[in-house]
């Protein structure tokens, strides 16, 4: 049997090709990641996933998702199939009246999300957002962001994301070193930060390292001046090893953002050759696109060593689902989408 890819692959609609099908069986990538173009209903959703897992031949095979809230939900509007939940600065603006109120709902709604993404055969979600919003920066994490204060964030998120722990979804943190100063959308440009390294300390870093334990988290394709003026942290091994690894001292896997934007130039081999050098554990390839997908598993090569030890602990941090207050979770989510 082939051995397992260093990669994340995307697919191109509600259900597999059998192209894709072919490709899966062939290159066997780690992970699937799913976006809105893949989820239809519960039933479908739970048929792709299932399908996905038969073509790579493993039933613990870990299936993504971005369901944050707000305006990154892939399982929601305009489909009625799913609920709709709040963006992340919902629970914030909570907490600043009432922090145990903020802090429950945060907690509950997780919860209860996780039991849609279960229920599809999704057990990982790429959340909770740690960067910390700054003045001018684009809007691409806007209300994605908890709060615009660091000690907000972290008890949000810690409060968020083990609700999804508690429904068996695996959380990813994101977007490592630090996307909140960022002033262009890297899906179509690539940011530049400039701000020095002792703000980046004070303000940037201490979310993520309040969650250097988490099973995984991914980076920024934001270039730092302060760390590397010349590669975005994606692609940077000065931002990896020093920073991620070193200064903020996360030890689980790290998987890269999407390849396929904007911020990043080269071929798809060279994205993806110079991200694993670079300190990435996995990358990530989203658009579904198969000459493309077919260029990054290839260059990806197998998951070994170091990296396949981390995606082995990170799949074993995934617990069962645990008994919860539906009825609070439904209140909570109730006063948090009332207009």
């Known amino acids: 049997m082939p051995p397992i890819g260093a990669f994340i692959s995307g697919c191109a609609g509600p259900q597999l090709s059998a192209e894709e099908a072919d490709f899966f069986r062939e290159m066997r990538p780690w992970g699937l990641i799913l976006f809105k173009r893949n989820c239809e209903t519960p039933d479908q959703l739970k048929a792709l996933t299932g399908a996905f897992r038969q073509a790579v031949e493993r039933r613990t095979a870990p299936v993504f998702v971005d369901q944050e809230g707000g305006r990154v939900q892939r399982l929601g509007p305009p489909s009625n199939a799913w609920r709709s939940y709040p963006p992340a600065r919902s629970y914030g603006e909570l907490y600043g009246r009432d922090a145990v109120a903020g802090l429950r709902a945060a907690r509950n709604i997780g ?147 999407d390849l396929s934007m904007k911020a990043l130039t080269g071929s798809f081999a060279e994205r993806t050759e110079r991200a694993l050098a670079a300190g990435c554990d996995v990358v990530l390839h989203c658009n579904g696109n198969m000459a493309e997908m077919r260029e990054v598993a290839r260059a990806a090569g197998p998951l070994k060593g170091r990296a396949l030890r981390r995606a082995r602990l990170a799949l074993k941090a995934r617990g069962r689902p645990m008994p919860f207050d539906r009825k609070a979770a439904l209140k909570d989510l109730e006063t948090l989408v009332s207009p």
């Open 111 to 257: 919860r209860l999300m996780a039991e849609d993404l279960i229920e599809a055969g999704i057990t990982v979600n790429c959340l909770p957002v740690l960067d910390v919003p700054q003045p001018g920066a684009h809007e691409v994490i806007g209300s994605r962001a908890y709060s615009d204060r660091g000690e907000a964030i972290v008890g949000l998120a810690r409060a968020h994301a083990s609700g999804f722990m508690m429904g068996g979804v695996l959380p990813v943190v994101k977007h490592m070193p630090g996307h909140g100063r960022a002033r262009a959308d890297s899906h179509h440009d690539l940011p530049v930060v400039e701000a020095s390294l002792e703000d980046l300390r004070a303000v940037d870093f201490p979310p993520f390292a309040a969650f250097a334990d988490a099973p995984m988290a991914m980076t920024a394709h934001v270039v730092f001046t302060a760390l590397d003026k010349l590669n975005p942290a994606t692609l940077s091994a000065k931002v990896i090893k020093k920073v991620i690894r070193g200064e903020i001292g996360f030890g689980g896997l790290l998987l890269s953002d």
